[in-house]
């Protein structure tokens, strides 16, 4: 049974609603920085990054259920998010050093 | 092609985050659905006043200069000129001041309104208008629990909702095809309500979505814009805040001093420099200065979201268009996006047909969770009968109670503090505590009833209270108009009594609920948590679901 989906329920619920949320942060952030206009993109550019952090938490969430294993959801979604966040990093230093 | 696996482990997802926030849902739904006509309700709930047609528009740059001279604080923060003439305008001119407070810490505000008196003096007055509509709204966004927790509650909430319309989807694709409108009236009352839930939910899929996401956006706001600020913008954010309000900053006083050009003015002028925009009142800051300003918040219409955050600044002295990048065709794309969304939770568009709309939308919504519940009360029903038990488990009579009194409790609240705003006006000192008041009191009790009773007792009892709480608001109007001793008020405006209207037509639907429901639980099968017979010889009448209570 090996190719079955395990329910893990804590697990990767966990990882949804943290990862998830971590994950709809940094993506939204490199938007703020590397999306149309850039960093100088006339206001309305902060609040609309509340409903596309939102739209990235509720996806992420949601699939998450799909991953093989609470362990799999965690290490996938774990190392996406070090991905986005360094990249984040490096965006906020590059523009605001 | 979705595997059964999968397909079992959403329907558990849909389950459990369905039946968890199912209750908070039916409340922010229902509440959500009168904060439609929330302006409606609160001319409604206005009680007679001096009225805007009191100051023709002719007189109201003399009404503005002596509040301005008269109330310094008012100047500076800015005076409202109201045009509408709507009930609950209590005069031409409003404005609010801080209350005493210590410095630096969170504060109210009180109000003021003024009007010239025939001889033409100045008359003003404080007093704090009727905040039924906030009281409703507040209901909606955070079903009555106390700030920030109510904030953080419904955030969680909304993010569940969520997960539960995209598992919900994921259960119901592989059978979308031959189950969609397919509306199975008969035998199997299960299945009919199965499929008037797939039906409802589906068809009503961008809706919710929409909700869902806003919903998230909306609770965390506060928590969103400061993580945002520490985590991406590294502390940086407040020079990009201050980019983003300078469209609404009003331009410093000079110190020269010049009259203010008279409203009627003021609009032609608006006209003229931006055509289709309907003005809804007009604040004006620094009148005296040759600096002064005046705000128009209003809608351009043809636009998601048209009033929200809209508006058009104008020298008050010469009519001069100072900033309009905040009205909807001349926002940057970025802001355009958000006020959409903003306006898609909002029902913000295209009139009163999405007003409308998004009314049965919030009560279709309310159905959807209660319909979830009941379904979920079904299934374990007929797995215990299938286990040979005779009685109800304690889990389905517990939800039962808690659906039946948690959402009619919801109903007759909302109603009666409705009510309540023409019986306690003028008799108590604080309103606003009172529609509180009103409001937990029924909703706790209607709990508290529900779990005495039982689902079933209890469900014709509660819906009998909603019927008559209801009535109870176009009743009130009408005592009023025979009774003018009561010392209430009948408004005879089409907005206020399409209020009353509505309210009628609403408290015949809980009757008739209340009516089905009755000869439910007496004739239904006895070992549903809907029956008041004793369970044990009706074991064999076919499985079925109770009539509809909403």
């Not at chain 2, 926030?21 to 302006?39: D, H, Q, S, V």
């Not at chain 2, 609950?88 to 009007?115: F, L």
């Not at chain 2, 209660?370 to 005779?390: D, M, P, Q």
């Not at chain 2, 488990?393 to 609240?413: D, I, K, N, W």
Request: aromatic letters at 12%; a neutral charge.
């Amino acid at each position: 049974m090996a190719n079955e989906i395990r329910s893990d329920w804590w697990g990767k619920a966990s990882a949804g609603a943290i990862l998830g949320f971590g994950l709809a942060l940094s993506l939204v952030g490199l938007y703020a920085y590397l999306g149309p206009g850039g960093i100088d993109a006339p206001g309305g550019r902060y609040s609309l990054m509340r409903y596309l952090e939102a739209l990235v938490w509720i996806a992420v969430f949601s699939f998450c259920f799909l991953f093989r294993s609470g362990r799999a959801a965690w290490v996938w979604l774990g190392a996406a998010n070090l991905i986005a966040f360094v990249a984040l990093f490096a965006c906020r230093f590059h523009f605001f050093a | 092609m979705i595997g059964a696996d999968i397909i079992k482990i959403y329907k558990t997802v849909h389950t459990w985050t369905g039946i968890t926030c199912g209750f908070a849902l039916f409340i922010a739904f229902y509440a959500g659905a009168l904060t439609m006509f929330k302006e409606p309700i609160a001319r409604w709930a206005s009680p007679p006043a001096v009225g805007v047609a009191a100051v023709p528009l002719d007189d109201a740059p003399r009404l503005l200069e002596l509040v301005a001279a008269a109330h310094p604080e008012a100047r500076e923060e800015g005076i409202t000129l109201h045009l509408l003439g709507h009930e609950n305008e209590p005069a031409r001119v409003t404005w609010e001041e801080d209350a005493p407070h210590q410095e630096g810490q969170a504060h109210e505000h009180v109000h003021w309104w003024a009007t010239l008196e025939p001889d033409g003096t100045l008359l003003a007055q404080r007093e704090e208008p009727s905040e039924l509509g906030e009281f409703i709204n507040e209901i909606h966004m955070r079903v009555g629990i106390p700030q920030p927790w109510g904030s953080y509650f419904m955030g969680v909430v909304s993010l569940l909702y969520g997960v539960a319309l995209i598992a919900g989807v994921i259960v119901l694709l592989p059978s979308l095809v031959k189950d969609f409108l397919a509306l199975r009236v008969g035998k199997n009352l299960k299945r009919m309500w199965l499929d008037a839930h797939n039906v409802v939910g589906i068809t009503a899929l961008p809706f919710h979505l929409a909700i869902a996401l806003t919903s998230i956006a909306l609770s965390f706001s506060g928590e969103l814009w400061s993580l945002q600020e520490t985590v991406i913008f590294g502390g940086r954010q407040a020079i990009l805040d201050d980019r983003d309000n300078e469209p609404f900053r009003a331009p410093a006083p000079i110190g020269e001093a010049a009259a203010i050009m008279a409203p009627s003015q003021l609009l032609e002028k608006l006209k003229v420099q931006v055509p289709d925009f309907e003005p809804r009142y007009m604040v004006f800051k620094n009148i005296g200065d040759k600096a002064a300003s005046v705000r128009v918040p209003g809608a351009e219409r043809g636009y998601v979201g048209d009033t929200h955050l809209g508006g058009v600044m104008l020298s008050a002295v010469t009519g001069e268009l100072l900033k309009d990048s905040t009205r909807p065709s001349r926002q940057d794309p970025a802001r355009r996006a958000s006020e959409t969304f903003y306006g898609l939770h909002t029902g913000q568009y295209a009139g009163a047909a999405i007003t409308w709309s998004y009314f049965f939308l919030g009560f279709s919504g309310a159905w959807l969770f209660y319909s979830g519940n009941l379904l979920w009360i079904e299934t374990r029903r007929k797995k215990a009968r299938n286990g040979g038990e005779v009685e109800q488990s304690r889990s389905t009579r517990f939800l039962g109670s808690a659906t039946v009194g948690v959402c009619l409790g919801c109903v007759a609240g909302l109603s009666l503090t409705i009510v309540a705003a023409k019986w306690l006006s003028g008799r108590v000192a604080d309103l606003d505590h009172w529609h509180a008041l009103v409001y937990y009191a029924v909703f706790l009790g209607a709990v508290a009833w529900a779990f005495a009773w039982g689902a079933a007792r209890s469900a014709v009892h509660l819906l009998w209270l909603c019927a008559a709480a209801t009535m109870a608001i176009p009743l009130t109007t009408l005592l009023a108009a025979l009774f003018p001793a009561l010392g209430m008020w009948a408004h005879g405006s089409a907005a206020t009594l399409g209020v009353d209207m509505v309210a009628f037509i609403s408290a015949l639907c809980f009757a008739w609920m209340a009516v089905a429901t009755t000869r439910r639980i007496e004739t239904g099968p006895a070992n549903s948590i809907w029956s008041v017979r004793k369970p044990g010889k009706a074991l064999s009448t076919p499985a079925s679901i109770p009539v509809p209570v909403e």
